[in-house]
């Protein structure tokens, strides 16, 4: 809207003194509230009120020129509230002024007329007032975090845009359409990072066209199918290295049968340094599978394989689009051989292309397969070869895939062999602790036998299932966030369940605050002494020692004449800090005397008096040692082992 305001602001200045000075000013304000404008925007109605104000001050030389006056100001009412907006009142009330300055009766025919659409128009208004108080259009588009702000600013958008697609206004098919588009496109602005909101937008008009292409409005749904691909093309100029949206614009290419414009998105990904191509090169090889010829599924993954930025996932890929759809089937069991999905896996490891991913699935295509002697053999190649070599949990993981594999296919006493073997591999993990290897044996799936309490006391951490239940609650957390966020309800369950996990204090013994009693601050501004001795004081954080005894400091310090109530200046904190100097000083010499006597007189030497003799030798030099050592003192008392 600012924008649109500047703009306006600019072609004013720039035309004032031109002849046709109106006609361009009436065509930026047609620009600026048409349908590539801010029509639709929320906040549009300042705009609205400079239209009408400029109309207004259009000379009327006879009557033609008035009767197009008040023409033009009818028609520019009638826009304004054909569509809700903020403060659509002040519109309608000005409308109304305007026909009573006209005509009475004709005002009165007028307001009849309209009032009901109008009431119409204002309901929806609030309704929309409210959803869009929350959103933050002048936010700046940032990538994606998972920050409660950008959740909560998120999860406002799609509110907005759901609510729009609800068709508050009763619109027909293309008109709803539009709307629902200019609440796409705001929603862009600041959304302009979030790459699934490109592909939601563009998914959206791409369903609406299609719509209306069975309805059989053949011109709306060829426009909306073109503005589904430029709202891709745009998201990929904003977002080139994107994957999402590619994939997005390729399988819509390939559903409407654009199959080279398809096979040219895949293409420019592939040429684009920045993209790992990995991914790209599965997708690629599927789409060449459903919708072209097998030839072209070949020169896809050949192409793949002599890239040499792409990963193993290319492999094991190619091996199961292989095997279910170009292996030949055995005329005897009539299954399906897979000979070539084998070898795919065989290359991968003979060109040590691979990884623990690509292992543990051509383990699990074995194991589909019932080879279990090749299972085996590739379980004790793995064990020995570089590739877990210095990867301790890899190490961990395939033992624990191979102890899964003989408890539920060999028999007891392989089972305790690999056991044991594990034992003297992971001498860490399982030498000391030998129920973890029951634990591993008599699992299932994600059935265990033992309690969460008895594994957490053994020590037990499959690496595995800590994994897929951790990806299960970032699922479960993922799915649940948008409308945890639009209840206070939710909020308070997931505050009161995280809560289990930790302690926190016991609030029904606070006490409430009570408005017009004394706080404990409020207490201590009362002494005013107290305040400058806190002020004095170091903060707790930086005193390390040495410590002050507190069963001797406080009878000192209750033995002390405190100084009365009004007794006010500096010189009352250095009084008291001189009193119980004094005092310490006084029951320092005691108790060093009653010490020596306890000892058993001057001719023993206990130990560690040695500790004295650095105070003697301080004091024999000219400076004399504190009659009462508080770190001196501990020090003895630690010497004597007390």
Not at 64 to 86: C, M, N, V, W
Not at 467 to 474: A, I, L
Not at 549 to 575: E, I, T, Y
Request: glycine content about 6%; overall charge neutral.
């Amino acid at each position: 809207v600012e924008l649109f305001r500047f703009y306006l602001s600019f072609v004013q200045d720039r035309n004032a003194k031109l002849p046709d000075f109106r006609e361009r000013m009436t065509k930026a304000y047609e620009f600026a509230l048409g349908d590539t404008g801010v029509r639709l925007d929320f906040y549009s109605t300042p705009i609205w009120h400079s239209w009408l104000d400029f109309a207004e001050t259009r000379e009327a030389k006879d009557m033609r020129d008035s009767g197009l006056r008040l023409d033009e100001l009818r028609r520019i009412f009638r826009l304004a509230l054909q569509t809700p907006k903020s403060h659509i009142e002040s519109i309608w009330r000005r409308f109304m002024a305007f026909e009573q300055g006209v005509d009475k009766l004709i005002a009165k025919k007028q307001q009849e007329e309209a009032a009901k659409d109008y009431q119409r128009i204002r309901s929806v208004s609030r309704d929309m007032e409210a959803r869009v108080r929350h959103l933050n259009r002048d936010e700046l588009a940032v990538p994606p975090a998972a920050t409660g702000w950008s959740q909560r600013q998120l999860t406002a958008w799609l509110d907005f845009i759901e609510w729009e697609m609800t068709n508050p206004l009763l619109l027909p098919p293309g008109p709803l359409i539009h709307r629902v588009h200019a609440a796409y496109r705001q929603c862009l602005m600041v959304m302009a990072r979030h790459p699934g909101m490109w592909c939601e937008a563009a998914r959206y008009l791409d369903r609406a066209s299609k719509e209306l292409e069975v309805a059989g409005d053949k011109a709306g749904a060829a426009h909306w199918a073109q503005e589904a691909v430029a709202l891709f093309e745009r998201g990929k100029e904003i977002l080139p290295a994107d994957l999402l949206l590619h994939f997005a614009l390729a399988e819509m290419f390939e559903e409407r049968g654009r199959l080279a414009d398809a096979r040219l998105v895949y293409e420019d990904l592939i040429k684009n340094q920045t993209v790992e191509p990995t991914l790209v090169y599965v997708q690629f090889m599927r789409f060449a599978r459903r919708s072209e010829t097998q030839a072209s599924f070949r020169a896809v993954l050949k192409a793949a394989r002599a890239d040499s930025r792409t990963r193993p996932h290319v492999l094991v890929a190619s091996a199961m689009l292989e095997l279910f759809f170009f292996s030949e089937v055995c005329k005897t069991c009539n299954r399906k051989s897979p000979k070539v999905c084998f070898n795919f896996f065989k290359f991968g490891l003979d060109t040590s292309r691979y990884n623990l991913d690509f292992v543990f699935a051509y383990l699990e295509q074995l194991i589909h397969e019932g080879d279990t002697n090749n299972v085996r053999s590739l379980f004790e190649r793995m064990l020995t070869s570089d590739l877990i070599k210095n990867d301790a949990e890899g190490r961990e993981k395939l033992w624990q895939r191979y102890v899964e594999f003989e408890a539920l296919y060999g028999d007891l006493a392989g089972v305790k062999n690999i056991d044991q073997r594990r034992t003297e591999a992971l001498k860490d993990t399982y030498y000391h602790r030998p129920a973890l290897n029951l634990v591993d044996r008599y699992k299932f799936m994600d059935l265990m036998p033992a309690s969460a309490e008895s594994l957490l006391a053994l020590g037990y951490s499959a690496k595995e299932r800590q994994d897929r239940d951790s990806q299960q609650q970032q699922d479960r957390d993922r799915d649940g966030d948008l409308e945890k966020d639009r209840s206070d309800e939710p909020a308070r369950a997931k505050t009161a369940k995280s809560a289990k996990a930790f302690f926190r204090p016991d609030l029904s013994q606070m006490t409430p605050f009570v408005p017009g009693q004394p706080s404990a601050a409020a207490a201590i501004r009362r002494y005013p002494a107290l305040v400058e001795l806190l002020g004095l004081l170091p903060p707790a954080a930086a005193f390390t020692g040495p410590f002050v005894p507190v069963d001797m400091l406080l009878p000192l310090l209750a033995s002390q004449p405190m100084p009365p109530m009004d007794l006010q200046g500096p010189g009352l904190v250095g009084a008291a800090v001189a009193a119980v100097s004094a005092a310490m000083q006084s029951a320092g010499g005691a108790n060093a005397s009653a010490g020596v006597g306890a000892a058993g007189g001057a001719g023993q030497k206990r130990p560690g008096d040695d500790l004295d003799d650095g105070a003697a030798a301080g004091a024999a030099g000219g400076a004399a040692a504190p009659a009462f050592d508080v770190f001196r003192a501990r020090q003895r008392l630690k010497a004597r082992g007390t």
